[in-house]
């Protein structure tokens, strides 16, 4: 079985196994931490970045963007009016446009910080940059917070789904890094009810069920992060 190396707060490790369990694709998943650059997993990515997919093959395709296109290619193409992807070229291009805004942008504005203060910090030593949370880096963060979710907002209430009529590869990923937000309580959801009411639909997917239940040792999440209700 295919193996899939991943990190539970990654948002790209997220989007990607959000990816597989909408197409209903079944792969082995290996928690990795990539700041401790293991010699077996710089091996298969020496960028020592999530997530990694190896297939039954021992082919190894690293980083979100790559693996979007690999199940698209593979899996997606066959799925018709399920398929993540849209037909029309100018679609597809407003739903890679989207993809990378909340995988790149929203991710460098604010998931990454975030996790690393409250999350990685506590998980790597001394020497690999662990200790006390940035509290300026965390300021800047939460800062960057209010002016995304208002930009998630637009999208959502503008559009029936994010990129358009459907629900596509730019949901899952607004949504792995909401959800990874929603799990530190970072979200004010009384400021943005039309993106609450978008992620209330992407978090009561099947596909989703897996991601809520998970849990991070020593930190526990919101009392709302696995209700479908808010």
């Known amino acids: ?36 650059k293991r010699r077996e997993f710089l091996t298969i990515n020496p960028a020592a970045t999530l997530p990694v997919y190896v297939d039954d093959n ?21 799925k018709r009016d399920k398929r993540l992807f849209a037909e029309d070229p100018f679609q597809r291009a407003e739903i890679r446009r989207l993809t990378e805004w909340f995988l790149l942008k929203m991710e460098q504005d604010v998931t990454r910080p975030l996790t690393k203060e409250r999350v990685y910090k506590l998980q790597m030593t001394a020497a690999q940059g662990g200790g006390a949370p940035d509290s300026k880096v965390l300021r800047t963060a939460r800062g960057n917070i209010r002016q995304h979710m208002k930009y998630l907002s637009w999208l959502a209430g503008s559009r029936t789904w994010l990129a358009g009529d459907r629900l596509s590869y730019a949901d899952l990923a607004a949504a792995s890094s909401v959800s990874v937000l929603d799990y530190l309580g970072e979200i004010d959801w009384q ?40």
Not at 4 to 14: D, E, G, Q, V
Not at 191 to 197: F, G, L, M, S
Not at 203 to 210: N, Y
């Open 58 to 78: 021992m082919r190894a395709l690293c980083g979100p963007n790559v693996l979007l296109e690999f199940l698209d290619e593979t899996h997606g193409v066959l």
């Open 191 to 230: 400021e943005t009810p039309i993106a609450k009411e978008w992620y209330q639909r992407l978090k009561s997917r099947p596909s989703f069920r897996p991601l809520l239940a998970e849990r991070i040792r020593g930190i526990t999440p919101v009392s709302h992060y696995a209700d479908l209700d808010f």
């Open 1 to 36: 079985m295919p193996t899939l190396y991943h990190h539970p707060m990654s948002s790209a490790s997220r989007f990607v196994r959000l990816i597989l369990a909408e197409y209903g694709f079944q792969t082995d998943l290996v928690e990795e931490q990539p700041w401790e």
